[in-house]
């Protein structure tokens, strides 16, 4: 068990729909990643955000979009949901010195029919 | 975009044999990491190895890291049929994590 927590852990909707995932970081890491692991595309990097602040983004669609709030732990919010989006997606969480040390939770595993 | 390549994509071995898995990345690195994923699960960090290391050890696990052929192999002695799963390196590029393809180990009892 990483300490990283993400509910839900399957979620079933449709085209066009709006879901959000959520994650809660280890206690007392600041950082949140979020990554999307596909078939086709594999694990790929979405954005990350410190104490709050976004820090990075990665490939991520202007569909989406992401929040971290003050009691640390972050939404992932999917919009105009589409075939393609069906992925599985992971949180991960570290803190400094070793910010690139990321312990990851279990995912959510988002299917769009 | 991938950083990272890995080689082989699958690989099917008996218990008690070792496995060795490589890992190919395109860019300097600070840090190479391998993680482990069981099918459809979380990833579990395995081990960090720094760009001034050369070869770590944790357990059953030995990793390599020759930065002048920009590769990484890490090698599971001893296996056992629980380490069947995805394993993946991945490598630091301004606060983010950039992972390979994977290599699928079936260990077979």
């Known amino acids: 068990d990483s300490g990283v927590t993400q509910t839900p852990k399957h979620l079933i909707t449709a085209t066009g729909q709006r879901v959000t995932l959520r994650c809660s970081p280890r206690s007392g890491d600041l950082s949140v990643y979020w990554y999307q692991q596909s078939l086709d595309q594999g694990l790929q990097f979405l954005i990350h955000?410190?104490?709050?602040?976004?820090?990075a983004k990665g490939n991520i669609l202007e569909r989406f979009s992401a929040q971290q709030f003050p009691d640390l732990h972050s939404e992932l919010n999917l919009s105009s949901l589409e075939l393609g989006d069906s992925a599985l997606y992971f949180c991960?969480?570290?803190?400094?010195?070793?910010?690139?040390?990321?312990?990851f939770g279990p995912g959510t595993r988002l299917t769009v029919l | 975009s991938q950083q990272g390549e890995e080689d082989p994509q699958a690989l099917s071995i008996q218990e008690g044999e070792n496995a060795t898995m490589n890992c190919s990345y395109k860019t300097s690195i600070n840090n190479l990491q391998w993680y482990r994923q069981n099918s459809g699960r979380g990833l579990v960090h395995l081990i960090l190895i720094r760009s001034n290391e050369r070869e770590k050890h944790s357990g059953r696990l030995r990793v390599t890291l020759d930065t002048s052929k920009k590769s990484s192999s890490l090698l599971i002695t001893a296996s056992r049929a629980a380490d069947t799963a995805s394993y993946f390196c991945a490598t630091d590029r301004a606060d983010k994590l950039i992972f390979g393809t994977g290599t699928r180990l079936q260990v077979f009892p």
């Open positions: 955000y410190y104490n709050g602040e976004e820090r």
């Open positions: 991960a969480s570290s803190q400094p010195p070793n910010y690139n040390e990321q312990f």
